[in-house]
C-alpha cells in the first residue's frame, strides 16, 4: 500500500506543492507507472523525475490531484555505436488521496 502521509499533512496550506513533490520523487522505481508513457522502449532514469502540479481539489473521497511527471528515457540501441541514448518523456497521472490513512492510488491519465 502507497501512503502519501507528509502530503496529506500539508493539505490545504502553502506546503501541499512541495511535500507532493518531494514524496513522489522519492518512490522507488518502478511505483509511479511512467513505463507506460515510455516512447521508445527505454528504462526510466528514476533519479531525473520533476513533477508538476496541474490541479488539486478535496472531494467527499479525498483529494484529487492531477500531476505532469517530466523524466529522462534511456534507450538501449542497435549497436550502432552511439547508444545508449537519452530521451525526454513526459506523463499526466491521476492519484487519489485517501484523507483518512493516507492511502494513495495512482494511475496513468489516458485522457491527458
Known amino acids: 500500500m502507497l501512503t502519501l502521509p507528509g502530503t496529506l499533512r500539508h493539505w490545504n496550506s502553502a506546503g501541499f506543492d512541495a511535500a507532493l513533490k518531494s514524496e513522489l520523487v522519492s518512490l522507488a522505481d518502478g511505483v509511479l507507472p511512467l513505463q507506460q508513457a515510455s516512447t521508445h522502449g527505454g528504462m526510466v532514469d528514476g ?9 488539486s481539489n478535496e472531494n467527499p473521497a479525498g483529494i484529487a ?26 506523463c499526466v497521472l491521476d492519484i487519489s488521496l485517501d484523507k483518512s490513512n493516507a492511502e494513495a492510488h495512482i494511475v496513468f491519465a489516458a485522457d491527458a
Open 65 to 90: 490531484v492531477r500531476v505532469g511527471i517530466f523524466f529522462t528515457e534511456i534507450v538501449g540501441g542497435c549497436s550502432c555505436g552511439d547508444e545508449p541514448f537519452e530521451t525526454s518523456g513526459y
Open 47 to 55: 533519479n531525473s523525475l520533476s513533477v508538476t502540479i496541474i490541479s
